[in-house]
């Protein structure tokens, strides 16, 4: 894996993706209802496919013989796409109700270590009676401590930006999408960590 491809092409995918969100609720800032579909269907929907982006990257960290043609060809195979796309979904949607793990802080690393469970299930069923999904005490308290580093550094530098992206586009409330953006770039660690997880079980 090549750490600075994964970086390339996750702050490429990250960036075409909040600025598509970007230019299709600024067009819909007058029509409430379609806004309100765009910030709660169709922005999610994207986020997700970015996610999905990233995670094929980062996902070979797993095993040094495969790669994100893997992850992809994994999810092509009946229709496990659609499944996935759905899971992530409507568990985006679930955590939205909860008012801690709505946040994402908590809601990216979930679905990032969801993401990679469920490929890596369906990548290696014939071995998983001796493999966990669940990540030990060790690697959970490793995702912790990297979720709250990741947010005070998103916490102070999406207000900068937001207000710089505010001032330029004369619009307000861009900081949601700013920090959606710089957390999903900031996942690479937490899915590198649950990674290293599943591959000393490989081994």
């Given amino acids: 894996m090549n750490l600075v491809w994964v970086i390339l092409v996750t702050a490429t995918s990250v960036s075409l993706g909040t600025g598509l969100c970007f230019y299709l609720l600024y067009q819909a800032s007058e029509v409430d209802s379609t806004e309100w579909i765009l910030q709660h269907i169709v922005c999610p929907i994207i986020r997700i496919i970015v996610l999905l982006i990233v995670v094929s990257q980062v996902y070979p960290a797993i095993d040094a013989h495969s790669t994100s043609v ?71 308290l490793k995702i912790l401590a990297y979720m709250l580093l990741a947010y005070f550094v998103t916490r102070e530098t999406s207000i900068y930006l937001s207000r710089r992206i505010d ?34 079980q490989l081994s």
């Fill in 70 to 140: 893997d992850f992809w060809r994994t999810l092509s195979q009946q229709g496990q796409f659609n499944h996935l796309l759905n899971i992530l979904f409507f568990a985006g949607l679930l955590l939205s109700f909860i008012p801690v793990a709505s946040h994402p802080v908590f809601a990216l690393p979930l679905q990032s270590i969801i993401t990679i469970a469920l490929v890596f299930h369906w990548q290696y069923k014939e071995s998983m009676d001796s493999i966990l999904l669940l990540p030990s005490i060790a690697t959970l």
């Fill in 167 to 200: 001032r330029k586009l004369t619009i307000s409330g861009s900081i949601h999408l700013v920090s959606d953006a710089i957390y999903l770039i900031l996942q690479i660690p937490v899915m590198l960590i649950y990674c290293s997880f599943l591959k000393l």
